[in-house]
């Protein structure tokens, strides 16, 4: 029985995984800075809600923090999720990582605006969310890559010939 073709990943493609890598260090990066420099934190949530009872400060500084590890830490593992499941060919991957990079760079665009303390890694986020945007649809050996898929021929894991 013959061997089906395999489509190998296109190499621009690859450009996702140190987009991921990226994304994910300053996923976690953020929260550590918070936690790190807790007057510098209290000091954002001040600037941002000036009403607040100053007694209630370190039960917003906890509030922040887990809102933070929280939401950062489903973005890392979407990132990853939907990274690898699009690097095997997976058009609902591609798709979901589109919405996802979308919707994590207008939520950071809104926390930049709401508190600009973190530009330091909003900025490169965005950078990173805009770069892996273009690599999942612009090259055309990408959307060959995935018309071959929607098609049903199967693919290998690496670029490496099995």
């Known amino acids: 029985m013959a061997r089906p073709r ?37 000091r954002a949530i001040m600037n941002d ?10 039960t917003a500084f906890v509030a922040v923090i887990v809102f933070a590890v929280a939401v950062h ?5 979407l990132t990853v999720w939907f990274g690898v499941q699009t690097l095997r060919g997976k058009q609902w991957a591609r798709i979901a990582l589109t919405v996802y990079l979308v919707v994590a760079t207008l ?3 809104a926390s930049a605006a709401a508190v600009p303390t973190y ?10 969310h805009i770069l892996m945007l273009v690599l999942l649809w612009l090259p055309r050996s990408v959307r060959t890559f995935f018309a071959a898929h929607r098609a ?11």
């Open 119 to 128: 530009l330091w890694a909003i900025i490169p986020g965005d950078g990173v």
């Open 107 to 109: 939520g950071s665009l």
């Open 6 to 42: 395999s489509i190998p990943i296109p190499r621009v493609l690859w450009g996702i995984v140190p987009g991921m890598i990226g994304g994910v260090a300053l996923l976690v990066a953020l929260p550590a800075v918070m936690i790190v420099d807790r007057d510098d934190t209290i």
């Open 73 to 77: 830490a489903v973005d890392a593992i």
């Open 49 to 58: 809600q000036p009403d607040l009872n100053p007694s209630h400060q370190g």
């Open 152 to 162: 049903g021929t199967p693919r290998r894991s690496s670029p490496v010939a099995a």
